[in-house]
Every structure is written in C-alpha cells, then in structure tokens.
C-alpha cells in the first residue's frame, strides 16, 4: 500500500517524452517511485475494492534500516479482493456454486545493502502460467495490480537479466503473432510496435504479441480439458528484448502479468483483467480476484484467487472502500489521514490524500518530508530482542473511506538481520 500524488506528473511526463522517440516506439506513463517534491511516493485500487487485512507489510522510504526502527521490515497476512467496476453488486451470487480459480504463491525475499548495512527487504510473490501451444511455454509470474501489461522475457534477449529466466518463443507457439499498437497484425516482418515501460527504477523494452496465455501450469500431453481452457484469455503482450537489472535480475521470477485497469493499458486488448472478465458463463465474468500474502513463517501458503476469493482467508466481513479516478488504471483510494497511536499526522491534513495498493512491492511510500518524522516517531532500541516483531511499538492506521486499515509493530517490523 502507499500513498501519493505522482499520477499526473507522471502522465505529463510520460506524454512529452512520446514526442521525443520516433515510431514505432512508444513510451507508456508509469509513475516510477520517486520522490516528487511536494507530493506523495508510489509504494500501488476502480469503482468498487473490497480489502480485508490480516497485518501489513510496511517500510518508510529512505529508512535507516537499523534493528527495530521503521525501516525494519516484516511481511504481512494480508487478504485483498479487487474487483471490476461492472462487478460491483454481484459479490453475493458469486461463491453460491461457483468456485473461484486459487493458485499457490511463491514467496522471494531479497534484502537491499547499502554502505555495507541492510537498509530495506524487497519481497515478490509469484505463481505459474503457460503461453502458447500446441506445446506450452511456462513462467513464474509476479501478478502486480501497479501495473497494466503482460510482460515476459523475450528468446531474443541476451541481457543478464533475461539470460537466468525462461525466455518466451513466439515461433514455437501456433497461437503467437506480432501486432502492433492498435492490435492489427504486425506488417513489420518478425516484430510489432515496440514500446518502454517503467518499473520503479527499472524497465523493459519490447515488442507487441499476441498470443493465448493461460492460469495455472501448463497440462501434461493429453491432460488438457475443458475447464483448463476456460482458464486461458487471449491478450496483447510485451516480449521483451530489454529488461534492466534493477529490478529483474535481483529476482528469480520471469515476468509480470499486470492487474491494473484498463487505462494502464497502452490498449483495451493488452488489459489482462478485462480479457479476462469478458469470458462470457465463466467464472470470471464477475471481474473479481483476491490476494492472500503471508510471511510463511508457520509454513502458510500465500495464495491469489480469481473469480472471487477464498473465504478461509477471512478474519472478518469484507468491506468495499470506492476508488478513486479509475481512468488512470490504478487501484487507487482517497485516504483521509494517517494516524500513529491516535495522533493524526500532518500529511493529508489539507485535504484526502490518494493511495494506490500494488502487489507488486513490499513497501509503503510517504511524502519525503514526513519519512524522518514517522520514522523517529516508530523506532525502538532492539536491546536483546532478536526478532523487533516482538517489540512494544506504536500502532499506525491509515484511515480510507469508512474503513480504518491498522497496521501493528508485527507488521511493520522485521527480524533483525
């Protein structure tokens, strides 16, 4: 979860570099975690969110990361159900008969030095897809609701960040076609329309495919059958040729499978989600998924469900929370301030603050100028405490749109290193 107001000045910016790359190259607006003077950090909700919490995970950007302060991490239990804004009213029919797809979860923990000192602890969660056929090409994936493309490693890619995962062949799949911007075949023999996208300090650099993509590992010769095809959408892709170091060559997953909205997209085809929810007498249809994310200390399993939400992930009723300017594309929330111990923080105090919840980080993003203030306000000395999970520490709530989201010392804090 984090907060901030980078939208718009990302898309300016984003906007005036178009006119600086010829075409077919295009650069699509991400909003990047950077500070933004005067305005909040990314750390990543459209009509209707649902969110139920178990803990959180939290760093206070530019932490220290000594034991037992703010920037000491702890991953978290956390159920999150999103769902598509036509999905909004039909949360009571769905679980009455219809079973929601519920794939396993792989946790990767990558810690952050700087100067010789563990500073911050990125976490990625993953699962498994198969691409293409008639035999399929399968990849771990990270499901990121910050984002709005499928990106995989392109076969042509050679940079060390690709040459360590499994890399998508587009001539070993019958399915698989080159398009360009606007989904119409690619005339360009061998390649669409390439484009940029931003990953927090990174990117990747690719061209536009088509192809058929599918949930879940890829079936055995003749184990396919008919419901393991309605797992599988058609959609736009990004196969990439380029991929940075920082952030994919820190982690062993392949690529990404963006849940933003539709206006992350750089095109309605190129939406995962919507492809998805527009599968008609489908589980899907109802737009709705949900993210469980655990620490797996007691060996818990995190998992993400699509076409509703596995209800023994719930510690109590889920709450809808509305978003905020869905035609951004990001699951963004007004937030109307944040509290540590009951005292409200001056942030947000000249009117709601917009958060953006995003899978795809482990952190929290404040405004810069209150990063030192939360931090000193939330340190403890770790004495001869092993574990600051343990520690008496203050409770931070963020306050949203009829619903307190509380987050505890055991959440926001880690083991030390």
């Known amino acids: 979860f984090g907060l901030r107001q980078c939208d718009q000045v990302s898309r300016q910016g984003g906007a005036s570099l178009i006119t600086h790359i010829p075409p077919p190259n295009y650069y699509l607006p991400h909003c990047v975690p950077v500070h933004c003077p005067g305005t909040f950090l990314p750390v990543t909700f459209e009509t209707a969110l649902l969110t139920m919490m178990g803990a959180f995970h939290f760093v206070a950007a530019a932490a220290s990361g000594l034991p037992c302060r703010s920037g000491a991490v702890a991953t978290y ?23 929601p797809l519920i794939m396993p979860l792989r946790r990767e923990v990558v810690p952050v030095y700087h100067a010789g000192k563990l500073v911050s602890i990125k976490t990625s969660y993953s699962g498994v897809v198969h691409v293409g056929g008639p035999r399929p090409q399968e990849f771990r994936v990270v499901f990121d ?69 599918c949930l879940g590992p890829a079936p055995g010769p003749g184990e396919e059958n008919a419901e393991d095809a309605e797992h599988c959408v058609e959609a736009g892709m990004v196969e990439a040729f380029n991929m940075s170091s920082d952030p994919f060559e820190n982690f062993t997953f392949d690529g990404i499978v963006g849940l933003g909205l539709q206006g992350l997209a750089v095109g309605p085809r190129f939406s995962f989600l919507r492809n998805l929810a527009r599968q008609k007498d489908s589980r899907f249809s109802s737009g709705q998924f949900g993210v469980f994310l655990a620490e797996g200390d007691d060996e818990e399993e995190s998992e993400i469900a699509f076409g509703g ?30 509290y540590v111990d009951n005292v409200k923080l001056s942030a947000c105090s000249d009117g709601p603050c917009t958060g953006i919840l995003d899978t795809g980080t482990s952190h929290l993003g404040l405004p810069a100028d209150y990063v030192e203030s939360l931090s ?17 520490a203050p409770v931070v709530k963020v306050e949203l749109q009829g619903y307190n989201l509380t987050i505890l010392p055991e959440n926001y804090m880690r083991r030390l290193p």
């Open 145 to 213: 609701t910050g984002s709005g493309h499928i990106v995989l490693p392109s076969i042509i890619c050679e940079v060390q960040a690709c040459l360590t995962k499994a890399r998508y062949d587009k001539t070993e799949s019958l399915s698989g076609q080159s398009i360009n911007l606007n989904g119409s075949p690619s005339w360009t023999p061998g390649t669409g329309d390439s484009v940029t996208i931003g990953f927090g300090r990174g990117e990747v650099r690719g061209f536009l495919v088509r192809d058929r993509i």
């Open 309 to 338: 939400h596995n209800p023994e992930r719930l510690l109590e009723p889920l709450t809808w929370v509305p978003l905020a300017k869905p035609e951004l594309g990001y699951w963004m929330v007004q937030v109307m301030g944040i």
């Open 376 to 392: 000193d306000m939330l340190m403890r000395p770790a004495e001869d405490i092993s574990d600051c999970r343990q520690i008496e």
């Open 77 to 99: 239990a956390v159920f999150v159900l999103l769902a598509l804004p036509t999905a909004h009213g039909l949360f009571d029919s769905v679980g009455e008969g219809v079973k």
